[in-house]
């Protein structure tokens, strides 16, 4: 993995309300169960720190060269946990793909964004202010060091029937 942009010191972050964290749950729930809303799927990334398995919804944007990870909330948990592993897995079912990942600098930000606003803005333009897939390509890459950008890179796709761990 290549970092290409270093965080402020207080890097930009939008933690989640209770309710975002109740659907964050249930979205994750209904894509390990393959039931993927819009292209949900579940991201699951080793932590920096305990060295186990977090997991997250995400939407990932399928774009030239990509698939890419946009975080909307900027420098969350999982971005700080990808740049330290490299990688991860995304899972829609019995699906899982892994994958190891570069940082986009933010010079290359705006089009991935656009993009992202675009398909996906109704659902996390809360998160950019002002920006959204109309603003220019000035705007877009002023808001580009708030929101981490990750160009996937697929190593291996497993499928399964057995139902995760936690399908009790």
């Given at each position: 993995m290549t970092s290409a942009s270093t965080p402020a010191p207080h890097p930009h972050y939008i933690r989640?309300?209770?309710f975002d964290t109740l659907v964050n749950k249930t979205m994750g729930w209904l894509a390990r169960?393959?039931?993927?809303v819009m292209g949900t799927a579940e991201l699951s990334v080793l932590g920096r720190k305990s060295g186990e398995w977090r997991r997250v919804p995400v939407n990932p944007l399928p774009y030239e060269n990509g698939p890419y990870l946009v975080s909307a909330r900027g420098h969350s948990e999982w971005v700080r946990n990808m740049r330290a592993?490299?990688?991860?897995?995304?899972?829609?079912?019995g699906r899982t793909q892994e994958f190891t990942v570069t940082e986009l600098p933010d010079a290359e930000k705006p089009v991935i964004l656009r993009s992202y606003l675009k398909k996906w803005g109704w659902e996390v333009?809360?998160?950019?202010?002002?920006?959204?897939?109309?603003?220019?390509?000035?705007?877009?890459?002023?808001?580009?060091?708030?929101?981490?950008v990750f160009r996937i890179t697929l190593t291996s796709t497993t499928s399964t029937t057995t139902p995760p761990a936690d399908a009790q």
């Open positions: 989640p309300t209770r169960r393959g039931f993927s592993a490299g990688g991860g897995r995304l899972q829609v079912g333009g809360r998160f950019f202010g002002d920006v959204n897939a109309k603003s220019t390509d000035a705007e877009l890459l002023a808001a580009a060091p708030k929101h981490p």
